[in-house]
């Protein structure tokens, strides 16, 4: 199975896709982790990323492609993956179905922005293993401390109000797109992110059969 996730900064896609890795036993796919590793290792791939990804915008459709079209070669990409942040334009939607026919499902979690921007400078992530919380909806057993791995919790740096308003602003202007790309495709599944973590699971795991 091959599964792109779509939604608004916050809306759940990282939550969802553990989930359905999981359940469904996929490699997971994240772009804007691949991207802060590269950051945070200081390769040049990272340094020209950088101050892109803090700013919320987009870095370009050629870097990004290029390095979606090695990750899904790898062997744990054999039984299936799901796309967490990829395809975030339609160039690099139809660029994916060029390199692998085309999905099974886009999984779109809809939410409405005042709600994103009090998640995004609410959440709180773990360096170490990823896991995601929320100072207000989903706290950590212990504050700032991570309940799987034990490491102390970060904020990302994108996570404040300005770089979270801007990078609503552009998943509205440049993703949002891909909700019509994959509808005329008729691969899209669209849920209501306001329906509790446990919610929008269900629905998604309904749509793809248990
Ligand atoms: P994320 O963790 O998915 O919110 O991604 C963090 C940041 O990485 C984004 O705000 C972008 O700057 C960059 N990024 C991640 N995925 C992509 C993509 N598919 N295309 C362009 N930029 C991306």
Do not use: W
């Not at 792109?4 to 994240?30: C, N």
């Not at 959440?123 to 057993?141: D, E, F, H, M």
């Not at 109000?161 to 552009?170: D, F, I, Q, S, W």
């Amino acid at each position: 199975m091959k599964l792109v996730l779509i939604g608004a900064p916050a809306a759940g896609k990282g939550t969802q896709a553990r989930k359905l890795i999981d359940k469904y036993k996929l490699a997971y796919i994240s772009t804007g982790d691949m991207l802060r590793e590269e950051v945070s290792k200081g390769t040049a791939l990272g340094l020209e990323a950088k101050s892109i990804m803090a700013s919320g915008a987009l870095v370009s459709d050629e870097l990004i492609i290029a390095i979606v079209r090695e990750r899904i070669k790898a062997d744990d990409c054999k039984n299936g993956f799901i796309l967490d942040g990829f395809p975030r334009t339609v160039v690099q939607a139809e660029k994916l179905d060029e390199l692998i026919g085309s999905v099974d499902k886009a999984i779109y979690i809809n939410c409405p922005d005042e709600a994103l921007l009090k998640r995004i400078t609410a959440r709180q992530t773990c360096p170490k293993c990823g896991a995601s919380y929320n100072k207000i909806s989903v706290p950590p057993k212990v504050p700032d401390i991570c309940d799987v791995c034990g490491e102390k919790l970060t904020q990302r740096k994108d996570d404040t109000v300005e770089a979270g308003k801007a990078r609503l602003e552009t998943f509205h202007k440049q993703s949002e797109p891909l909700v019509d790309y994959y509808k005329k495709q008729n691969r899209l599944f669209e849920v209501d992110g306001m329906i509790g973590i446990d919610n929008v699971s269900s629905a998604i795991f309904a749509e793809l059969g248990d």
